[in-house]
């Protein structure tokens, strides 16, 4: 019966959501205002900690809840492991925070019942995914994961948000179709009757070796599947067009729920499911390395020419998603442990950068970088949480996005020697690969630097004569209240502590990769 704890943190938003959604409010409408925003946030907070408590009895035990069979070993499970419960802590830390921040930005907007009720359903839906333990359950959140945060991207109701929406919409659906292929065959094949998610990978090898061939084929087809909410080149299209919505929900695309719930699906599909003895040294394993590499590469050089701040950030979001998928690519302990490592960095890194550029627009409604001259001076704290997140997207030292990148780095370097001893697998051609991967990312943090460095250094040394016109046009504005300076100081924050005392998520992350074999 204790068990029955792993199924609260996904019911309780979803039906929490489901029920302000519900409700249409009457005359009172400054009242329900305010029962609405207590309840959204008693609703998240209580949610968060009810995450804690269970991550604090430990998550080294079988625990597991069977919330009912379809058919066969189509079985809906929740199950806490070290990986579920990396991705459920980082949510659960990031969604009261981010709520905080929503509560400031949407208060001059309308239809905010609306907002808050598939905001809360998102968190919810988001924890289904965290604590999957099936592929089953993670593709039906996954699925779930379109229909409660389409609302969202289309909020506003604009000719560009609708086709935003449409974007989304299309690329999500083409993408479920090849996940669901993917899952067909895993189950197909699988030696678990529950087809509960394995360290190591849950196919019967021997089964699944007389059609190897056929079996890395969809290996590569439910990457791209997944890969479709992950922006994985050439599904990315509907990222850049989702920067219309509102900030908070550009963070959560960005930084939290969408993207990321694409990223921990290929790594759960590649470890987990299809495992990394079957996949490793074949074409399918050099196929979805180069899909990465290309990603990375070319997210960084479109965010370069991009003048819109937050569509910059957006292709900033299709590279970086990519180092996560290069990890998932390299197929060992290290890479699943550098790819995680860069999850959760990256999650700070963004959403404290969307949050910024929402704090200058929701002040200023500047959206362009050539607009931002001189506006350091003005919102300085802003700012200067911006230039933390900055300098960790380009993976300085000291800061978090240095040690993912460097165990990125180190990951693909074992990955090429292993490969390089073995004779590079199939034909030798693919163990160069992870070579070119390290100069793939040594590239991208070059880019990195000159389209964040040009936000910096416009806003820090304004051109002469711009400033001034600022000076006279901007005199109003000024850093965001508290709620919206709170989570970017938070995040800045930790951002400084994973980068100088990484010690504590490294050995965590290491016990994940460990688990997964050699």
Same mark, same amino acid.
């Given at each position: 019966m204790s068990e029955i704890i792993l199924a609260l943190p996904v019911f309780l938003p979803i039906f929490g959501g489901l029920a302000m959604l519900a409700h249409r409010p009457g005359e009172g409408i400054l009242r329900w205002n305010r029962s609405r925003a207590l309840l959204t946030a008693a609703l998240v907070l209580l949610n968060s900690l009810i995450v804690a408590a269970i991550l604090a009895g430990g998550v080294d035990g079988e625990r597991r809840l069977v919330v009912f069979k379809l058919y066969a070993s189509l079985t809906v499970m929740f199950k806490l492991d070290r990986m579920g419960a990396l991705f459920a802590g980082m949510v659960a830390f990031l969604w009261p925070l981010a709520t905080l921040y929503a509560f400031e930005y949407m208060e001059h907007e309308e239809r905010k019942n609306t907002f808050f009720a598939f905001y809360l359903m998102t968190y919810g839906v988001t924890m289904g995914i965290a604590f999957a333990g099936t592929l089953v359950t993670l593709y039906l959140f996954y699925e779930m994961l379109t229909f409660v945060t389409l609302p969202l991207v289309m909020f506003t109701l604009t000719k560009e948000a609708v086709r935003a929406s449409r974007a989304y919409l299309y690329y999500s659906i083409g993408g479920a179709a090849f996940a669901f292929i993917g899952m067909v065959f895993v189950l197909g094949y699988s030696s678990i009757e529950t087809s509960e998610f394995v360290a190591g990978g849950m196919l019967d090898l021997a089964r699944a070796g007389q059609n190897r061939n056929t079996l890395l084929l969809v290996y590569?087809? =439910? /990457? /791209?599947g997944f890969g479709v909410k992950a922006a994985v080149f050439p599904c990315y299209r509907w990222l850049?067009? =989702?920067?219309? =919505?509102p900030t908070p929900v550009t963070a959560l695309l960005h930084a939290v729920a969408v993207v990321k719930s694409g990223a921990f699906a290929i790594l759960r599909l590649t470890y987990f499911s299809f495992g990394i003895g079957f996949l490793r040294g074949s074409w399918a394993q050099w196929a979805v390395m180069a899909a990465a590499m290309a990603t990375i590469f070319f997210g960084s050089s479109m965010a370069v020419k991009e003048v819109h701040w937050k569509r910059r950030l957006a292709y900033s979001t299709i590279s970086?998603?990519?180092y996560i998928l290069f990890g998932a690519a390299l197929m060992s302990p290290l890479g699943l442990a550098a790819g995680l490592s860069h999850m959760v960095a990256h999650a700070f890194m963004k959403i404290s950068a969307f949050f910024c550029a929402? =704090?200058?627009?929701h002040k200023s409604g500047k959206t362009y970088i050539y607009q931002l001259d001189g506006m350091a001076k003005k919102m300085p704290i802003t700012f200067g949480c911006l230039t933390a997140a900055s300098l960790s997207l380009m993976g300085i030292p000291m800061f978090a996005g240095f040690i993912s990148k460097w165990n990125l780095a180190q990951a693909a370097f074992d990955c090429g020697g292993a490969m390089t001893a073995a004779g590079g697998g199939d034909g030798g051609a693919g163990r160069?690969?992870?070579y070119m991967g390290v100069v793939v990312i040594l590239l991208s943090a070059l880019l990195t630097g000159i389209y964040m460095m040009t936000v910096l250094v416009r806003a820090y040394f304004p051109k002469t004569g711009e400033a001034g016109a600022m000076q006279?046009?901007?005199?109003?504005?000024t850093d965001p209240t508290w709620k919206m300076l709170l989570p970017l100081v938070v995040f800045t924050a930790v951002i400084l502590a994973i980068g100088m005392h990484p010690a504590p998520l490294m050995e965590f992350l290491m016990k994940i990769g460990g688990e997964v074999g050699v």
């Open positions: 590569v087809m =439910a /990457f /791209f850049p067009k =989702a920067a219309v =919505a970086n998603l990519s929402g =704090a200058v627009m160069w690969l992870p006279e046009t901007d005199k109003s504005v």
